[in-house]
Every structure is written in structure tokens, then in C-alpha cells.
């Protein structure tokens, strides 16, 4: 099933501008996970926040995490064309196995040159 | 050595052939997985591998039927697929613990005729 909700479902802007992009999520987790995929690839891991984190930076990546409203963010600051690809939220919650990732239903991105 | 490498890259096969799918990783992770996803929508998570073991079938039709001969390799069998297994699949890799960062493969695109 399906647990994280990206929003907006595509998102278009400038160049040099900021993007954001949200992610809701319905039971409890350990982290959260954002990956990138360009068109038709593999996904890409990007960031990832502890439960028991509310921010985390990495380049231009910033993420937010807000475990009682169960939703988190993540900005990409002075927008560059390479960055349009579609992003996904993914929740882990193992108990210390393996037991995989759920992904939301993605952000599609595009920065107009 | 941080690569997923996944092969074929593309795949076209009739509803009565058998085919396999390969994965191979040597970043020494104990954690393997198999996601497919469709067309503008997430990755599903299908397999769970971990210590060279299946731990999770998320109710995955027998047509598709997973391996893990060694502890780099992953395989996925297909055997009387339908047009609407038509998707991209994906393998990934990890360490075994309470944060599960995967790494992916490129993906095999698969068409069922």
C-alpha cells in the first residue's frame, strides 16, 4: 500500500528559483527517505531524516520533518535544469530487518531553462 | 564499488515465454529487493531478500517467481506473464538495519505482448 502523499503531484519553475515539495504519511516510521528518478531510470537516494530529527540539510537540499503532523519537505534551493526529475518520499519502518521502502506518489519536477 | 547493475535493460516477451531478469551488487549488502512500477506512478515493492532469504512476498502473483542464488546476485523468473505485467523493474540493495538506504539498479523495462 501506498503511505506517502507527494504535494504538488508536478510542479514547473524558473531556473534559479526555489522548489518545494511536501509529503504526508500515515503510520508511524523510523526515517524518511527522499529519492530522485530521471525519466525512465533508477531512483537515487538524496536525504535522509531520523524520526527523531526536524531538519537536515545536504547541498542544496534542505528537509523537513514534522512526525505529529506526519508530513515532511523538501526544498531544492537555486533550481537548476538538471534537477527536473521526479521526486519521491519514501518511510522505512524496520524493526532492524529488511523490510523495504514505501514510496509515495512522487513530485515531477521541471526546471525551465 | 556502488553499483546495481541490472540486465537486460529491455525485454519483449510473449505471454507464453519464460524469461529471467538479473541483478548482481558487490557493495557487500545483505538486503535485496524487487520493485516494479508502472508508468507515472511509485515503485510497489514485490521481494524482499535478506541474508540471501525471502522474508517478503507483498502477495506477489506465482507467475513471477524470485531467487537469490548468493549473496550478490538476485534474479526474478517470469513464466506466462500478462500485458499487464508491462512495467519497469527494479532491483535494489542494502545493508540489513534500521535505516535502509537502497541503492538501484537502472531497471529492466519489460513488455508483455
Known amino acids: 500500500s501506498q503511505q506517502g502523499e507527494e504535494d504538488p503531484q508536478a510542479l514547473s519553475i524558473q531556473e534559479g528559483e526555489n522548489a518545494t515539495m511536501n509529503c504526508s504519511y500515515k503510520?508511524?516510521?523510523?526515517?524518511l527517505q527522499w529519492y530522485r528518478q530521471n525519466s525512465g531510470r533508477g531512483l537515487v537516494h538524496l536525504i535522509l531524516i531520523r524520526s527523531n530529527e526536524r531538519e537536515k540539510h545536504s547541498g542544496r537540499l534542505r528537509v523537513t520533518l514534522d512526525t505529529s503532523k506526519k508530513s515532511s519537505s523538501l526544498l531544492i534551493t537555486a533550481s537548476r535544469a538538471a534537477d527536473t526529475a521526479s521526486y519521491f518520499c519514501?518511510?522505512?519502518?524496520?524493526?532492524?530487518?529488511?523490510?523495504?521502502?514505501?514510496f509515495g506518489k512522487g513530485t515531477h519536477l521541471i526546471i525551465q531553462p | 564499488d556502488t553499483e546495481v547493475t541490472q540486465t537486460p535493460k529491455h525485454l519483449v516477451m510473449g505471454m507464453t515465454n519464460k524469461k529471467s531478469l538479473k541483478c548482481e551488487q558487490h557493495?557487500?549488502?545483505?538486503?535485496m529487493y524487487w520493485y516494479k512500477q508502472k508508468a507515472k506512478k511509485p515503485p510497489e515493492l514485490m521481494f524482499v531478500y535478506s541474508y540471501e532469504k525471502l522474508s517478503i512476498n507483498e502477495s506477489v502473483p506465482s507467475r513471477f517467481s524470485p531467487e537469490c542464488p548468493n549473496s550478490s546476485l538476485l534474479n526474478l523468473h517470469l513464466h506466462a506473464l500478462q500485458p499487464e505485467d508491462s512495467a519497469l523493474y527494479l532491483c535494489?540493495?542494502?545493508?540489513?538495519?534500521?535505516?535502509?538506504?537502497?541503492?538501484f539498479g537502472s531497471g529492466t523495462q519489460l513488455s508483455v505482448l
Open positions: 503510520t508511524s516510521i523510523n526515517n
Open positions: 519514501a518511510t522505512g519502518f524496520s524493526g532492524g530487518g529488511a523490510d523495504g521502502l514505501t
Open positions: 535494489a540493495s542494502s545493508q540489513v538495519g534500521l535505516e535502509e538506504k537502497l541503492f
Open positions: 557493495m557487500g549488502h545483505r538486503a
